[in-house]
């Protein structure tokens, strides 16, 4: 809720959904990066698995927290004109939430055969979202 408040206050003069998907992506990023200096802190040991951390950690939780935010401004901006805003703020919410909390219980109980599918998806709602991000491209003059 917090990213999604973030991304909120940033894009209140504006409504486009390239915009938001920019914004959300460096909002999941910041989010991302805060939380994996707070774990390195945190975790004894963590030399010895570096290359787990690089691929568990910086990688693959950097993407779910860009697709999870990315997802909850997405909903949002395309269920907020169908429905009330309280209902379209839920259904946002629960989906990066769904998101975020399959992947948290796939790996708690080493569910390979969800956690490997699930990772797979996020890159391509992922590359989804970046192809709906205008932002991100330079625009070509005359």
Known sequence: YMKYTSSTMLLKNTEKIKNGIFFCILIGLGFSFVENIFYLISLTGWLENMAGLILGRWLIS??????ATTTIWALYYALRQKTL???ALFISIAGGVILHGTYNISLEYQLSYITVPLVIFLFFLLSFFLFRSDMLYIKKEG
């Open 62 to 67: 950097a993407l779910l927290h860009v697709v």
């Open 85 to 87: 805003r309280p209902v």
